[in-house]
Nanobody, 112 residues
Framework: QVQFVESGGGLVQPGGSLRLSCAASGSIASINSMYWYRQAVGKQRELVAGVTSSGFTNYATSVKGRFTASRDNAKNTMYLAMNSLKPEDTAVYYC??????WGQGTQVTVSS
């Protein structure tokens, strides 16, 4: 099974931007849908965005217009570009396919 490692998180001020990466252990070309999730302290994990092999994307209402999910099958990597970040975006972010296990995630903290 292809597994994923997330990176790119950090501390950013409100209104700032980050780009998360999700590197796969193998080819993602045959994986139809890949997803970004996040989990804030004391809250349930929530689906943030999904991207299909053809590039179709969908987003949670809370991030629509601010986040952009994409994938590069040649590099076996998925991305999440996050703009206009808000304190409520603070969470650990995970990437996943339907068959993969949960990884360690990458921490995003939005604070002044």
């Amino acid at each position: 099974q292809v597994q994923f490692v997330e990176s790119g998180g950090g501390l950013v001020q409100p209104g700032g931007s980050l780009r998360l990466s999700c590197a796969a252990s193998g080819s993602i070309a045959s994986i139809n849908s890949m997803y970004w999730y996040r989990q804030a302290v004391g809250k349930q994990r929530e689906l943030v965005a999904g991207v299909t092999s053809s590039g179709f994307t969908n987003y949670a209402t809370s991030v629509k217009g601010r986040f952009t999910a994409s994938r590069d099958n040649a590099k076996n990597t998925m991305y999440l570009a996050m703009n206009s970040l808000k304190p409520e975006d603070t969470a650990v972010y995970y990437c996943k396919s339907a068959a993969s296990q949960w990884g360690q995630g990458t921490q995003v903290t939005v604070s002044s």
